[in-house]
């Protein structure tokens, strides 16, 4: 494993495989994700930024999973099933959800229901030729995988119950509970295995894919993990847990410009004391098994890692915490002795204090720059391509931010006038204004959203922080990636060395 070299200047384009085209309900693995591959590929890309790959849990979010190391079966290809044997390709006939976005409600059942079915022939006797492949997956990740399949099996069987709230001896992971349960419910474990077989079967392929064809791909590690998840109920002594297993004190960030109360995220912090003493074992094994998804990783709210806001839990808001160091660069030692090397983005965004500048700095870790942060401050904004380093990733905008045609409709006039003296253009045509000016700056790294080569406007933006409902389930239909739009990207591509 090598560290990307910075020197080289390279793009590439943010889009989630859920909002791949396709008539299953939800973006997969199957042949639009190729044909994705290859759209980058003839448009000279040298990234595919996805965003979290684990499976997701209230919400749908990809920031909140059940596990830091499973992967999403819901992005599981109906069509790689029939291609193996595992299902007869006419069963997939006269199956055609809405083409525009993931309605998560009846896309979950159709795939749990269509990946039941699966393993059920799996067990009769179909695709025998995985049947090593299985067994050999299932004691390479034996590590995470067990835990991870009773869990799940577990939550199956009672169904919307946090951990915390079954019964005592589960909760506490009690052998004779944990033996227990692990007879009662073995067809649904084994089969809860077989979904994660499947998914990094296919991820692999995929990604063997991509590389083969200089395509490298970005992918994201959240810091926090959630409280509802296999990584909390298994490794309890890694977290600041109580003796009834809920959190002491929960993640979130103080007030700011942005929110008068703050930012109550709720994720149990972790008990670094702890982590240090197994040589963040935990930590060399997550980041190992994203590495094996992916080629980069960008590290989100890399400011944890030098201090977190510890908010007493039972608060409704993030108002009263205090700041508690971080592993700081005894961790970064760690993964740097590990892994040879670091194949890490800092997302340095928010508060940014010397001490997170330093930490990101002492190992050489490009940071973040988002363009929509960058008009109406005056010459000295950070986020102005005028006073990048090379060692830098600038987006256009990310997943939490609007489309970049809807950030400029909907942005003061004070700043309206600044992007346009800026970028000495009237603004008819933002979102490839902000692509050019990305990809013409000094950073050696510049991603945008797909929405923003479409120039779609806010009603096709990924993530609203804070909306209850129609996160994450934006998708795009397969006509609207034409040769002009991969040309016109591939043709900025070169003019700027990328």
């Not at 595919?48 to 992967?71: E, H, I, R």
């Not at 699966?118 to 067990?123: E, G, H, L, P, T």
């Not at 004779?176 to 349960?181: D, G, K």
């Not at 063997?208 to 109920?233: H, M, Q, R, T």
Request: glycine residues 8%; contains cysteine; hydrophobic residues 40%.
């Amino acid at each position: 494993m090598t560290t990307p070299d910075v020197s080289v200047r390279s793009s590439g384009v943010l889009l989630h495989p859920t909002s791949l085209p396709g008539r299953f309900g939800i973006g997969d693995m199957g042949p639009s994700a190729y044909a994705w591959v290859d759209a980058l590929v003839q448009a000279e890309q040298s990234w595919w930024q996805v965003l979290p790959l684990g499976p997701t849990g209230y919400g749908d979010s990809p920031y909140q999973c059940f596990s830091a190391f499973a992967g999403n079966p819901y992005l599981i290809s109906p069509e790689e099933l029939a291609r193996e044997g595992l299902m007869p390709a006419d069963d997939l006939q006269g199956i055609d959800f809405p083409a525009d976005q993931v309605s998560y409600g009846s896309v979950i059942p159709f795939k749990n229901q269509l990946l039941a079915h699966a393993w059920q022939n799996f067990r009769g006797g179909c695709a025998s030729d995985l049947r090593d492949p299985f067994d050999r997956f299932c004691a390479e990740q034996a590590s995470w995988l067990d835990d991870y399949a009773l869990y799940m099996s577990l939550k199956e069987s009672q169904p919307g119950t946090n951990w915390q709230n079954w019964s005592r001896g589960l909760v506490l992971r009690e052998a004779q509970a944990l033996s227990e349960a692990r007879t009662r419910l073995a067809d649904t474990i084994r089969q809860q295995q077989f979904r994660q077989f499947l998914f990094f079967r296919q991820w692999r392929n995929l990604k063997e894919y991509a590389n083969s064809k200089g395509l490298k791909l970005i992918g994201d590690i959240p810091i926090f993990v959630a409280i509802d998840s296999v990584d909390v109920w298994a490794n309890p002594d890694l977290f600041l847990l109580g003796p009834d297993r809920h959190p002491q004190v929960v993640a979130g960030v103080p007030p700011d410009y942005f929110s008068v109360t703050g930012q109550l995220w709720g994720n149990p912090h972790y008990n670094w004391e702890a982590l240090k003493k197994t040589g963040y074992a935990w930590w060399m094994e997550r980041l190992r098994a994203t590495l094996a998804q992916v080629d980069l990783i960008r590290l989100d709210h890399f400011l944890g890692f030098s201090a977190a806001w510890h908010v007493p839990a039972g608060r409704t808001t993030a108002e009263i915490g205090e700041w508690v160091p971080g592993p700081g660069a005894n961790l970064f030692e760690t993964i740097r002795t590990t892994f040879g090397s670091l194949p890490i983005i800092a997302e340095d965004l928010g508060l940014v204090t010397p001490a997170v500048e330093a930490l990101r700095d002492q190992f050489q870790l490009p940071g973040m720059r988002i363009l929509h942060f960058a008009f109406g401050d005056g010459p000295q904004n950070r986020f102005l391509p005028h006073n990048y380093e090379p060692n830098t990733l600038v987006y256009t905008g990310t997943h939490d931010n609007n489309t970049s045609v809807g950030w400029y409709q909907t942005t003061s006039e004070n700043e309206k006038d600044h992007v346009r003296r800026y970028l000495g253009r009237d603004g008819s045509d933002i979102a490839w204004d902000l692509i050019r000016l990305a990809w013409s700056s000094v950073a050696n790294y510049a991603v945008t959203p797909l929405q923003d080569l479409l120039s779609l406007g806010s009603d096709s933006r990924m993530n609203m922080p804070g909306r209850p409902e129609g996160n994450w389930s934006w998708r795009f239909r397969s006509e609207v990636i034409t040769d002009p739009l991969l040309d016109r990207l591939g043709e900025l591509t070169a003019l700027y060395g990328r």
